[in-house]
């Protein structure tokens, strides 16, 4: 589940990728922004739906540590719960906010906003200082 909330927004940012920035296309790469930020937040009120505030552990644990050199652990407490919903919550409002008044560079735009959205998720579930300091950094 947190994998997901991870990479649906970055799944969203490679879809506009290809696509040309035309005036055509605009409306295209708005509906995809704000979809994969829709479903982002429904996958969110998921967890805080399916979280368990009776025990103080991390849940929605997950570690990928595939390769030798990156080993990435997530998880969720209680209080990092709520910046993920606040920042799943935020991201479609501020996306329609400017749905109208953004009309150059809008592809560079949404791109930028869904991978921040990612890196705003990243830097508050990461269980690592050293990832945490990177996707904060990263998000400033």
């Known amino acids: ?9 970055l799944f969203g940012a490679l879809l506009i990728l290809p ?4 005036l055509e296309s605009h409306s ?13 937040l429904f996958i969110s009120l998921f ?5 368990d505030s009776s025990t ?21 407490d209680g209080i990092s719960l709520y910046f993920v919903l606040l920042t799943t919550f935020v991201t479609p409002i501020a996306l329609l ?7 150059k560079s809008l592809k560079f735009f949404l791109i930028s906003f869904l991978v921040l959205e990612t890196l705003q ?17 990263s998000a400033k």
């Open 1 to 9: 589940m947190l994998t997901l909330i991870i990479l649906i927004p």
């Open 19 to 22: 696509m040309s920035d035309t």
């Open 28 to 40: 295209q790469m708005k509906k995809i922004a704000l979809t994969t930020s829709l479903i982002n």
């Open 47 to 51: 967890l805080w739906y399916q979280f």
């Open 56 to 76: 103080s552990q991390y849940q929605f644990v997950s570690e990928f540590n595939q390769l030798n050199f990156c080993h990435l652990n997530f998880g969720i």
């Open 97 to 103: 906010s400017n749905y109208t008044t953004i009309t």
């Open 121 to 137: 998720i990243c830097a508050f579930v990461s269980l690592d200082l050293l990832l945490f300091y990177i996707f904060f950094e």
